[in-house]
């Protein structure tokens, strides 16, 4: 009895080869838990994309997935001086977000992010005038810029990408590769156009591993169904059910990622009023877990624990039966499966 995690393999890899065909020198992404697929799967489906780069967080991410990837590894998180080093071959590449880390990299191949509004990381327009001298020691891969996801300000991703392509021009730095992300693909279009001597090559993960959410599914295997009556109590607290109903406990628990949820930007009245809606139930222990049965989200009956999650069901709903399986509303890339099954066409 296990979470299971259900792709539609053709579908699936239709969706991967329709962002290939729309962003043109595309390097896929696999960071973290490899978007829930891990690694190596992401690997292998980077390999028959036919990729010659693979885009990882971090350089213990690297060091990992070289073995299961044989093009070239781009590491997202900057350079840092003084880090602690992870043997890494030659087909590495750094990314460095400072003329520090440019010079401390003596030899390496690097991509140099500049700062976007995104804030995060970035070389600042002051230093570009700096890099002269301290991309003559690195083998320059290109620059790179992160956009954000949502622009409340009204401005435009392509203004912005342009901008820097002008700073960098200015500062008579080489342009022949601009690595981007979170743009749409007809901003790519206008900004080949607009620098037919650079080539953009896109960085994307969400997109392409997560943009057909009809092509995967979680389910949890119900494990057990009891039935409980008012005032009875149960589970580590020993709390009171308020109602009739049934217990049921689904394979599916904290190890697993259930129950784990982050913070989300609220916009608009109606969001912030669900946010505090869902909030003052939580402080009467009422938490909506990501099981669904009978067609509905259905109620923690307390916390999850490691790897089983307890369901209330009120008495008017029938329970399932040990070994039905609840679709799961899970976050892929906090979700750690016990199995993935490959649904293959018939």
Not at 102 to 119: D, H, N, T, W
Request: aromatic letters at 8%; a neutral charge.
């Amino acid at each position: 009895m296990a979470l299971t995690l259900y792709v539609d393999t053709a579908r699936w890899r239709a969706h991967h080869q329709s962002v290939v065909d729309q962003f043109p020198g595309l390097v896929p992404v696999c960071k973290g838990n490899g978007y829930g697929f891990g690694h190596e799967r992401l690997a292998d489906e980077a390999t028959r994309l036919r990729a010659g780069m693979l885009a990882v967080g971090t350089t213990y991410e690297a060091a990992r997935i070289k073995d299961f990837f044989g093009g070239d590894l781009l590491v997202l998180t900057p350079y840092r001086l003084g880090e602690e080093p992870v043997p890494l071959p030659d087909r590495a590449i750094r990314s460095v977000s400072s003329v520090e880390g440019v010079r401390g990299l003596v030899g390496a191949r690097v991509v140099i992010e500049v700062m976007s509004s995104m804030r995060r990381h970035g070389v600042a327009e002051d230093d570009l005038v700096k890099l002269h001298t301290a991309i003559d020691d690195v083998r320059l891969e290109g620059f790179a810029i992160h956009l954000p996801l949502d622009r409340t300000d009204g401005s435009e991703a392509v203004e912005e990408v342009f901008a820097w392509m002008e700073r960098l021009r200015a500062a008579r730095l080489p342009l022949h590769t601009m690595f981007v992300s979170h743009l749409k693909a007809t901003e790519l279009a206008t900004l080949q156009q607009q620098f037919p001597q650079t080539k953009f090559r896109a960085r994307i993960g969400t997109q392409l591993w997560l943009g057909d959410h009809d092509a995967t599914e979680y389910r949890g295997a119900v494990l057990d169904v009891s039935r409980i009556a008012k005032g009875e109590r149960y589970g580590y607290r020993q709390e009171k059910s308020a109602a009739d109903g049934h217990l049921v406990v689904v394979a599916g628990g904290t190890s697993h990622g259930v129950g784990l949820e982050a913070p989300k930007a609220l916009h608009g009245l109606m969001p912030r009023a669900k946010g505090v809606a869902r909030a003052g139930l939580a402080t009467v222990n009422r938490n909506l877990s990501p099981f669904v049965w009978a067609g509905k989200q259905r109620w923690f009956a307390e916390p999850p624990h490691m790897q089983v999650s307890i369901l209330f069901l009120p008495s008017d709903v029938a329970p399932p039966a040990v070994g039905d399986e609840l679709v799961a509303h899970l976050r892929h890339t906090t979700t750690q499966f016990d199995r993935v099954v490959d649904r293959q066409p018939a």
